[in-house]
């Protein structure tokens, strides 16, 4: 109905003291099950809400949602502004996760593997407080934990092409 028009809808923003008490989601776990033998490995626990396993079959990303975040005074909140932290993480299933040399925000449902399974593309910020629009940018994720920020105007459109002929394709 809220939908449609037909019924108002509201979200419960809470902030400044009163910030972390939103209810949080139950954390998940990621578990690599052998088939053969019923083992069974936990290779990730917390608020995962998306995933996408490399081309190779042997990593996965995973993104996943950390703390609240406090809105911007002064700012408008808009409808899809994120209320918590997005955080990546990169998990070989063989070895367990692979530390990452930095930590950035990222925006949801955006990764894609490069054809080598190298690589994961994705888009980010430094700073949660700043809009994805003005202070994200695409970062590639290496396999070995790097973290490269690729310059805005330089990569995108080709960045763009080739992302969406492989997501669409």
Do not use: C
């Not at 019924?7 to 939103?22: C, E, F, K, N, Q």
């Not at 995962?48 to 993104?63: E, F, G």
């Not at 932290?85 to 990169?90: F, P």
């Not at 629009?133 to 973290?147: I, K, Q, S």
Request: zero cysteines; charged letters at 30%.
């Amino acid at each position: 109905d809220t939908a449609s028009g037909a019924r108002v809808g509201a979200t419960y923003i809470p902030s400044g003291a009163l910030r972390d008490t939103r209810d949080q989601a139950v954390p998940l776990q990621l578990v690599r099950l052998d088939l053969e033998t019923g083992d069974q490995k936990v290779l990730a626990e917390g608020a995962i809400y998306d995933l996408l396993l490399s081309p190779d079959y042997r990593r996965l990303a995973v993104m996943e949602e950390r703390e609240d975040l406090q809105p911007v005074a002064g700012r408008s909140v808009r409808v899809g502004d994120p209320m918590r932290r997005r955080a990546l993480r990169l998990i070989d299933l063989e070895t367990g996760e692979i530390p990452l040399e930095r930590s950035l925000d990222y925006a949801p449902y955006f990764l894609s593997w490069r054809p080598d399974s190298g690589a994961v593309l994705a888009f980010a910020r430094a700073d949660s407080q700043a809009d994805f629009e003005d202070g994200g940018g695409y970062v590639v994720v290496t396999v070995d934990g790097r973290v490269e920020t690729l310059n805005r105007h330089r990569h995108t459109p080709g960045l763009v092409r080739r992302v969406r002929a492989q997501t669409i394709g």
